[in-house]
Each structure stands twice: as structure tokens, then as C-alpha cells.
């Protein structure tokens, strides 16, 4: 709604009364309205997900387009927030407190009465014309032209039809329920906290889908058999049990063919195991650290590269399992020292040369061949940290234990390097829509890959990807918008598969850097 400041302004006086046109009245809000109100506010809390509280918003004979675009198929649309005296967030004593650029375009359009057809010339009676001096018209109260109107209306429509209309179900494993039934803060450390789904939830709405929380795996199977369906899954699910646990959530849903974001089965099944996933690396030619894989405390004698080794178990994300004693310096030491850490994580152990130099972790976004960069951040352990290793304790506690630092390719040849190597690997891997690569340099300098994590924490803070993205300028709203574009334009394309990928990453050479 415009108004004007002068003490003529209609809006004013009707917020003085608290009888606004936006006074206990649900208004909605287009795609284009959440991007600009968004971006003026740096903030996407301001609206809810309602059905409409007035019949005649469901009855609109003369403007299908408002019942085909705006209403979700089961009845809900896009509304501004209201407070508990029933006047919108954003209405204050003298009228709408946003700028005249920013404020919803239904808001703007009022007092006019439209439909896809065009505007009805005269002014909706709702509006109290006896509040204002006789020689004032309300359109000159509300500081409004029609050509204003007319050209507010034409990209009210424009939006409305570009209106998303994905249902989108989020699969995660949430933390504080695992923890709640028993088990140890080690053992749900891949878990999502309760904030992150949030975050995750409130973006997914804010780019105009509506959202349905499924939860862990088993909640997803109970889902499906019940008949529940969504147009896509945004799926975070780690698992718990079993060394293909990631590939759980994707393996159900591609049996009863639902899209989702992220890698599939087999690339989440390959990939959690370090050792196989060094295999391939190795294969398709991309630089990787000599290895070797321990399952029995015997199989450590057969090492033969010389100390310091660095030992972690094969499947096992967050750091889990990696710690000071990780880094073992003599030989005589490596035997007890799997033999120990296989007995705790009840897994074989993947034995490396420790490599000293500077270590990177990448950021990717798309799958195959328009799989890009986005950014590279190097791992600096403060005084503070555990030393020598980006540990599980220095990950858990980072805001204090460690500095991540923006490296630009073109200033920084390593960087350039490292980047070069995980986009390579992303690509031979077949992994989707995003993750993170990470990699150290060896003695000499170059950069080698380490693990790739197709399924990368996304806090919008804690989490390595997130803070890859906020370094480098990237909203955390563009991130998971660009999640969502990813999945649906290769889905579009027909290539979920990850095949495709899969061959073509092992017989093209890796690029090349200077």
C-alpha cells in the first residue's frame, strides 16, 4: 500500500486505527516480492505457509491464474507474518515501514481490484474514503498513478507465473534424537543439529517451495510405503549402521524413482570407503598418497613407504577416529596402533604417508562436465588446536581451534593446483550438484587428494562447505538455490545416473596447471 508522509496520507490514518487493508488480512507475497523484502532485510523469516483464511480467495472464477499459480495443491500460499494485535510485521503508525520499492506488489496495487485481465478503473470501495478531506481523492492520498498500478499489476503476473511449484521432502539424521536415545556425541558427530534443518527448511520456502520434513531412513521407508511422494528430496541423510549407510535414503528413493539432490547409491557407497575411493582416484590418474589397507593387525607389515604414517578408519566422516595419535613416526609403533584404532570403530584402518604441507578443502557445485569451483579455503590450526591434523576435536570446535583462509587460484599456484585436482576428482568420482574435496601437500609441495565428501555438512556457519561459500561471497540462500537448480537441470536432462560421470571421469586425463 503507498502512502505518503503529509498528514493527508490514507495509509496513516487507517494504521492510526488499526484498520489498514492489511490489518487482519493475509497477504501474499510473489517469488519477486521474497527476493527484494529478502534482500532489503538480509533475512527470509518474515512469512509463513497458509491456506487462506477467506473463502473467497479459493474462488477466483474470474483470474484462474491467481488459483492455478498462487495456492499449493493443498491449499496453502505465501503470507506476510502478522503480529498479535493482527497488523502486519511491517506495518507501523504510519503505515507500511518498508520502502516503496521493496513492499509486496498486492500491497502495492491496493486500492485497485484486478485480475489477469487488467485493473478495474475505480477504487475498491474497502477503502475509507470518509477519512480524508473532501477535495483529496484516495489515489492521491496513496501517492499512486494508474500507470504506477498498471505496470505493478503486469509484474505481479509476471512473477506469479513463474511461481515454483516443487514439493520438496528433507531427509536428514538429527543429532539430538540420536543422542536422545542413547548414543554417545562421537558416534552422532556426522549427525544434522536441529538449526541446520532449520536453516535448510526456511531457505528451501524463502526460493517458493513448499517443504516437508521426513527425517532419518527409516522414517523416509515408512513415508513411502504409506503412498507420500514429493517432487524432489533434498537429502542430508547420513545413516547409521553399515559401511554403505550413505547410499540408504538415495537407494530407496531411486526404487521408487524420486529425484533428489546429491550422489546416488553407488557413488555414496564407493566414496565413504577411503581406500576404494584412493583406488579409483589413483586409477584416473589424479595425484593421491600412497596407501595401504589394514583389516587384520598383520596386514600393517606389508606397509612399504617409510614414517610418518597417518592412520584413520576407512569409513568414517567429520573427522571421526582422527586425532594426535593418528600421526605414527615409528614402524615398530603402526601394528598396535590399527590394531586399536579397528577394534574401537570395528572397521579396517587406511594407512597413508603423513603428509606435512599446507592442507585445502574445495568446494564444488554441479555434476560433470558443468561441475565448477567454488571456492577454496586453507585449513590453518591455531595455537589452540590439536597439532599437526584437522582433527575431529579441532573440527568440532572451530570457531576456536581454527582459521580458514580464502586462497585465490590466481594469486596462489598451489591453490590453483588443488582445485585443478578435486574438480578432476569430483568429475571421475561422478559425484552431484555439490560436496567438498579435501586435499594436503606432500613434502615437495603438491597438493594430493585426500577424501571427497559428496554429502558435506551444510550449517549455514559450522560447516566447511557453508564456510567456503560465506569467504567467498556466496549467500548461504544462493548455495542451496543453486543445490536445487543443479539437481533439477540434470534430472531435467535425464542424468541422474551418475554413470555417465562415473566413465568419463576415468579415461579423460586430469586438466593440467601451471
Not at 489477469?116 to 480524508?132: F, V
Not at 513463474?162 to 562421537?186: C, F, H, N, V, W
Not at 614402524?331 to 570395528?346: G, V
Not at 585465490?408 to 582445485?419: F, G, M, S, T
Request: aromatic residues 8%; hydrophobic residues 35%; proline residues 7%.
Amino acid at each position: 500500500m503507498e502512502g505518503t508522509a503529509s498528514s493527508q496520507s490514507l495509509c496513516a490514518r487507517c494504521a492510526r486505527l488499526s484498520k489498514t487493508c492489511c490489518h487482519d488480512r493475509e497477504i501474499y507475497i510473489s517469488p519477486g516480492d521474497v527476493r527484494r523484502i529478502g534482500a532489503h532485510l538480509k533475512r527470509y523469516d518474515y512469512f509463513d505457509w497458509k491456506p487462506a483464511g477467506d473463502g473467497a480467495y479459493l474462488d477466483q472464477a474470474d483470474d484462474p491464474i491467481w488459483q492455478r499459480h498462487v495456492f499449493r495443491p493443498d491449499g496453502r500460499r505465501r503470507v506476510l507474518k502478522h503480529k498479535t494485535d493482527g497488523g502486519c510485521i511491517f506495518l507501523g503508525n504510519q503505515g507500511c515501514q518498508l520502502p516503496e520499492q521493496i513492499r509486496p506488489l498486492v500491497c502495492r496495487l491496493h486500492p485497485f481490484t484486478y485480475t489477469a485481465a487488467g485493473l478495474d478503473p475505480d477504487p475498491s470501495t474497502e477503502c475509507p474514503r470518509h477519512l480524508l478531506p473532501a477535495s483529496v481523492s484516495v489515489f492521491a492520498a496513496l501517492n499512486m498513478s494508474v500507470a504506477q498500478a498498471s505496470q505493478w499489476h503486469r509484474l505481479l503476473y509476471e512473477e506469479i507465473l513463474k511461481e515454483p511449484s516443487m514439493r520438496i521432502g528433507l531427509a536428514y539424521d538429527l543429532r539430538s534424537i540420536y543422542l536422545a536415545e542413547g548414543y554417545s556425541e562421537e558416534e552422532t558427530a556426522e549427525f544434522d543439529r536441529d538449526d541446520t534443518i532449520v536453516a535448510i527448511e526456511t531457505t528451501l520456502q524463502s526460493l517458493g517451495h513448499q517443504t516437508e520434513r521426513i527425517g532419518h531412513g527409516r522414517a523416509l521407508a515408512a513415508a513411502l510405503s504409506s503412498g507420500r511422494r514429493w517432487d524432489l528430496v533434498f537429502n542430508i541423510a547420513e545413516g547409521m549402521y553399515g559401511i554403505g549407510r550413505e547410499a540408504q535414503v538415495p537407494a530407496l528413493l531411486d526404487m521408487y524413482d524420486i529425484p533428489y539432490t546429491f550422489s546416488d547409491p553407488l557413488v555414496m557407497g564407493l566414496t565413504l570407503h577411503k581406500g576404494l575411493t584412493k583406488r579409483v582416484i589413483r586409477d584416473a590418474g589424479i595425484p593421491t598418497s600412497d596407501f595401504l589397507m589394514v583389516d587384520l593387525p598383520e596386514d600393517a607389515d606389508g606397509v612399504a613407504f617409510a614414517p610418518p604414517y597417518f592412520i584413520k578408519p576407512v569409513a568414517e566422516g567429520t573427522g571421526k577416529g582422527i586425532g594426535p595419535l593418528s600421526i605414527i613416526h615409528d614402524r615398530r609403533e603402526l601394528k598396535a596402533a590399527c590394531s586399536n584404532m579397528r577394534d574401537r570403530y570395528r572397521q579396517p584402518v587406511i594407512v597413508e604417508p603423513y603428509l606435512p604441507g599446507r592442507e585445502f578443502t574445495t568446494g564444488i557445485i554441479g555434476t560433470g562436465r558443468t561441475a565448477g569451483v567454488l571456492g577454496t579455503i586453507e585449513v590453518h590450526l591455531l595455537d589452540s588446536a590439536e597439532p599437526g591434523v584437522y582433527s575431529y576435536t579441532n573440527k568440532e570446535e572451530c570457531e576456536s581451534r581454527v582459521l580458514y583462509r580464502l586462497v585465490r587460484p590466481e594469486e596462489d599456484p598451489v591453490a590453483a593446483e588443488a582445485e585443478a585436482v578435486a574438480l578432476a576428482a569430483w568429475r571421475a568420482l561422478g559425484c552431484r550438484d555439490a560436496g567438498r574435496i579435501d586435499l594436503r601437500c606432500d613434502a615437495a609441495g603438491r597438493p594430493m587428494f585426500m577424501e571427497v565428501n559428496p554429502l558435506a555438512g551444510i550449517h549455514p556457519e559450522h560447516s566447511d562447505l557453508p564456510i567456503i561459500c560465506n569467504l567467498a561471497g556466496i549467500p548461504y540462500r544462493s548455495l542451496i538455490e543453486r543445490i536445487i537448480d543443479s539437481a533439477t537441470e540434470r534430472i531435467k536432462k535425464g542424468t541422474s545416473c551418475a554413470s555417465p560421470s562415473f566413465t568419463t571421469g576415468l579415461t579423460s586425463p586430469m586438466p593440467q596447471t601451471k
